[in-house]
């Protein structure tokens, strides 16, 4: 367990209690508490010890608690939607910590969100799970290689190309769909519009 670590977007930190006080509770469970690192990462996100957790922000709680995961040397992160409800500073200085520290090599993060463009930032696989059900676990580039989203005319759907596609949307005005196969779609359309899919409209037409 001391080289795993675990940041929630809330609840596990004592409010009554500074952050100085809060690290010393933290500190003595992990044989390998790296003091120096703590106070480096406390300089980075300009944490001030002595404030009390009660009155952090949610972005300095954020940092606060990813300077703890970070301070005893964690080869793995679990965190559960660790940007949510961050203005876009803090976001940018989140993942950029969590691109830093996979960069080191052996390590890994373990991420929970809804928020899908920082997926897009350093996701390596995707496991997608929707209503308790695993819709798909693939890498993450591989997927986004793999699925274009299509646009054109209708009159050029047949049945046989209908199956060819994850999601279809059609009107008297066009079509617009989701396909992974996109080399065989192409070979029967080469008139449509065909353009990368990015990870939520991958997400959304697959439920």
């Known amino acids: ?22 690290t010393e509770l933290v500190s003595g469970a992990y044989m390998h508490w790296d003091q120096a690192t703590y106070e480096d990462l406390m300089k980075r996100f300009d944490l001030v010890e002595q404030q009390r957790i009660a009155g952090l922000s949610k972005g300095m709680r954020m ?27 803090v976001r940018k200085e989140v993942i950029e910590m969590l691109s830093q520290f996979l960069g080191d090599g052996g390590k890994g993060v373990f991420y929970s969100t809804h928020i899908t463009s920082d997926l897009d930032k350093f996701a390596d696989v995707l496991v997608f799970i929707h209503k ?21 005319n209708p009159a050029d759907l047949t049945p046989e190309l209908r199956d060819l596609f994850v999601n279809l949307q059609v009107n008297d005005f066009g079509f617009k769909g989701l396909t992974r196969d996109v080399r065989r779609v192409k070979a029967a359309i080469p008139t449509a519009v065909f353009e990368r899919a990015n990870i939520e409209s991958i997400m959304l037409a697959y439920v």
């Open 1 to 22: 367990m001391d080289r795993l670590g675990v940041v929630f977007d809330e609840g596990y930190l004592y409010d009554s209690l500074s952050m100085h006080e809060m």
């Open 63 to 89: 940092k606060y608690a990813l300077t703890l995961a970070l301070s005893h040397h964690a080869e793995l992160l679990i965190m559960d939607e660790p940007t949510s409800g961050l203005d876009p500073l």
């Open 132 to 152: 308790g059900r695993i819709v798909f676990a693939k890498d993450k580039d591989k997927l986004l290689d793999t699925h274009y989203v299509v646009k054109g």
